[in-house]
């Protein structure tokens, strides 16, 4: 694994296995903010929360570029037959995608004209909190909407979720999500079986927790070892090289 680089200098195994540790003894649904925080060490919780969705994808892309290589092993099963799909897909690629502009977005659609911002991870967080998709979608409108104009006529931020037709909703979705792509990466798997199309939704944060879920523990596993056979502190056994562990623990096993 290598050290990942933030705002703050170097994230190194220290730091990471602090980020999991937090993670564990907490909630899951805090992980995606505890690991974004692990992608830019010199960012504050509120910082952190005002970003665009896309950008913290992106950050959290760059996280595991950074960690653990450009290669992404995905494995998704097909919605039809049910085979097992194995793929990769490049970590950078996805870690360079364009950063969303800050200017408000606009839509016209018959008499409405609405301007409105990205979702932040905050916004995606309250939505995260509403029944269903519906007054999710309802509820980003209403919270990212900066102008909203009926038949020219301003109409207030109160009164949109009672007055804005299911079709703008929808064309705000679309531009939103045209304009920052990597807040939803989804994949179109082609499997080789049966030919059938499955559409998967790549959750990054997921997906790298896993991953440090798994460092983590092979990493306590390594401490152990190396505490037991030479009577290191786990500072001291932290402070070593992966390289310099490993061989360390091909000594141990050899003995």
Not at 131 to 142: H, I, K, N, Q, S
Not at 161 to 174: C, F, G, S, T, W
């Given at each position: 694994m290598a050290r990942a680089v933030g705002p703050a200098g170097p994230v190194g195994p220290v730091e990471l296995l602090a980020t999991w540790e937090a993670g564990l003894a907490g909630h899951a649904g805090d992980r995606p903010l505890l690991l974004h925080r692990a992608a830019r060490p010199g960012a504050g919780t509120d910082e952190l929360l005002s970003v665009p969705v896309g950008e913290r994808e992106a950050d959290l892309f760059a996280l595991?570029?950074?960690?653990?290589?450009?290669?992404?092993?995905?494995?998704?099963?097909?919605?039809?037959?049910?085979?097992?799909?194995?793929?990769?897909?490049d970590a950078g690629a996805l870690a360079s995608r364009a950063v969303p502009s800050e200017a408000p977005l606009r839509v016209e659609v018959d008499d409405w004209a609405v301007e409105f911002r990205l979702p932040t991870v905050a916004d995606l967080a309250a939505a995260g909190r509403t029944?269903?998709?519906?007054?999710?979608?309802?509820?980003?409108?209403?919270r990212c909407t900066v102008r909203a104009l009926r038949d020219g006529k301003p109409v207030l931020p109160g009164q949109l979720?009672?007055?804005?037709?299911?079709?703008?909703?929808?064309?705000?979705?679309?531009r939103a999500a045209e304009a920052d792509p990597t807040a939803d990466v989804t994949l179109n798997v082609s499997c080789p079986e049966c030919g059938d199309a499955t559409r998967a939704e790549l959750d990054i944060a997921s997906y790298l927790?896993?991953?440090l879920d798994t460092w983590a523990r092979d990493l306590m596993l390594d401490v152990h070892l190396l505490a037991?056979?030479?009577?290191?502190?786990?500072?001291?056994?932290?402070?070593?090289?992966p390289l310099r562990r490993r061989y360390y623990l091909e000594l141990c096993a050899d003995a």
């Open positions: 595991r570029r950074a960690l653990f290589g450009e290669r992404m092993q995905v494995r998704v099963e097909c919605g039809a037959c049910g085979e097992a799909m194995e793929f990769d897909l029944d269903g998709p519906v007054e999710a979608r309802r509820l980003l409108v209403t979720a009672d007055l804005l037709p299911e079709r703008v909703e929808r064309r705000i979705a679309e927790w896993t991953e037991t056979a030479y009577g290191w502190s786990e500072p001291e056994i932290l402070a070593l090289s």
